[in-house]
T-cell receptor
Framework: GAGVSQSPSNKVTEKGKDVELRCDPI?????LYWYRQSLGQGLEFLIY????????KSGLPSDRFSAERTGGSVSTLTIQRTQQEDSAVYLC?????????????FGDGTRLSIL | KNQVEQSPQSLIILEGKNCTLQ??????????LRWYKQDTGRGPVSLTI?????NTKSNGRYTATLDADTKQSSLHITASQLSDSASYIC?????????????FGKGTKLSVKP
């Protein structure tokens, strides 16, 4: 398929463990975003990559959260020493350059549950 | 402060009826306004994008309006179907700025009952 792919779709882990979430954006999309959505809440911005520019990390809630984007394509979001409040759906989106009026294309998210 | 407020928070309507969802924003400078539909357990899907000069845009039974002077937008759903049950999210893009320039509303949860 040509959509944004996220894996795993569900992840259950114990408090204190590290987790890695993966996002495969649509080919050719230079902009990539990570968001967090807690139950019944709106989307919370985490981090934004645009091409080769330095990422906008202003939404990362703590230094336990980090993300990278290799080769301008696949991105991984890493959460270290997970806490129960990290439980949420993590959504990835990609789009053509931000300067355009193109929509974001979202994956279906990774549902993370911290026991 | 750049904000996007949506109302109502939730709405229940009968199948076949029309409804209108509201979005007010205080984002400046304005670039464009987007409406997304998010089905339960899925990622949001784009419905419409409107720039400053556009007053209305349709996508099937969905019609979005924009009043850039009053900073208000609405999403009108005609002849609702059970499949319209979802959350509808209003998003405003800032011209310039950080966070990829996008400010999200918290959404309106629509339930269409038979």
């Amino acid at each position: 398929g040509a959509g944004v792919s996220q894996s795993p779709s569900n992840k259950v882990t114990e408090k204190g463990k590290d987790v890695e979430l993966r996002c495969d954006p649509i080919s050719g999309h230079t902009a990539l975003y990570w968001y967090r959505q807690s139950l019944g809440q709106g989307l919370e911005f985490l981090i934004y990559f645009q091409g080769n520019s330095a990422p906008d990390k202003s939404g990362l809630p703590s230094d336990r959260f980090s993300a990278e984007r290799t080769g301008g394509s696949v991105s991984t979001l890493t959460i270290q020493r997970t806490q129960q409040e990290d439980s949420a759906v993590y959504l990835c989106a990609s789009s053509l350059p931000v300067g355009s009026n193109q929509p974001q294309h979202f994956g279906d998210g990774t549902r993370l549950s911290i026991l | 402060k750049n904000q996007v407020e949506q109302s109502p928070q939730s709405l229940i309507i009968l199948e076949g009826k029309n409804c209108t969802l509201q979005c007010n924003y205080t984002v400046s400078p304005f670039s464009n306004l987007r409406w997304y539909k998010q089905d339960t357990g899925r990622g949001p899907v784009s419905l419409t994008i409107m720039t400053f000069s556009e007053n209305t845009k349709s996508n099937g039974r969905y019609t979005a309006t924009l009043d850039a002077d009053t900073k208000q937008s609405s999403l009108h759903i005609t002849a609702s179907q059970l499949s319209d049950s979802a959350s509808y999210i209003c998003v405003v893009r800032i011209y310039g700025g950080s966070q990829g320039n996008l400010i999200f509303g918290k959404g309106t949860k629509l339930s269409v009952k038979p």
